[in-house]
């Protein structure tokens, strides 16, 4: 089975490129919906969650509170390592379920998982390539703030809870630079989805190392 992964940090336009890649008929598995789905009320990473960090991480509708349980382990390594060994394992698991039900009903489409913590929590050869989404740190706190309403300290609290831009783009097989314009950061993804189905699945390794490319 080939996976490519699509990675980059907080605020890089991760979600921008996966999404325009869907466009293009790839078939895009996202992380981050997956770990929405395995903390849903009951499951069991719900209930470790609930366990260790309290009820005050969960709304009155019952569901878990992600700003209330973000504001705890953003601020405290220590907890957000035993978030994380909590929730990864139920990721991983599900993960590997649909990238089983994919390579059974869609064996001929390009599959790309999205997945923000590559360089912190995934092995480099897990996946075919990795293609990581590239703001730089600065860029990145500035879109948290004035997209998201972040106060400084908390965009760079959740930035830097994350790998360093050196560390994510040593992994890199593939750079989408994304530091640009909204409109640039499309135009890269069309390119690497155009050059994705063009190298699936056998000839990835000859695919451009950057885009956007120079190519009109």
Known sequence: MTIVALTGGIAAGKSTVSDRLTTHGI?????DQVA?????????????IVKRFGDGVVHPDG???????????????????????????????RS?????????EHRDRV??????????????????LIVVVHAPRQE???RLINNRGMTE????????????????????????????????TLVAAD????????????????MPTRFPTNES
């Open 63 to 93: 569901k878990l509170n992600r700003e209330a349980l973000g504001a705890i382990v953003f601020s405290d390594p220590a907890a957000r390592q035993v978030l994380n060994d909590i929730v990864h394992p139920a990721v991983r698991r």
């Open 191 to 206: 390119q690497l989805a155009e050059a994705l189905i063009a190298h699936w699945p056998n000839d990835l390794a000859s």
């Open 140 to 142: 990145r706190i500035a």
């Open 153 to 184: 300290a908390d965009a760079t609290a959740r930035v830097d809870a994350q790998a360093t831009d050196e560390q994510r783009l040593a992994i890199a097989d593939v750079v989408v630079d994304s530091s640009g314009e909204a409109a640039d």
């Open 111 to 128: 599959l790309v998982y999205a997945v923000p913590l590559v360089a912190e929590a995934r092995g480099r050869d897990e996946f075919d």
């Open 27 to 31: 078939l895009v598995i996202d992380a």
């Open 96 to 104: 590997s379920e649909l990238f089983d039900e994919a390579n059974q």
């Open 36 to 48: 929405r789905e395995v903390v849903e009320p009951d499951t069991d990473a719900f209930v470790q």
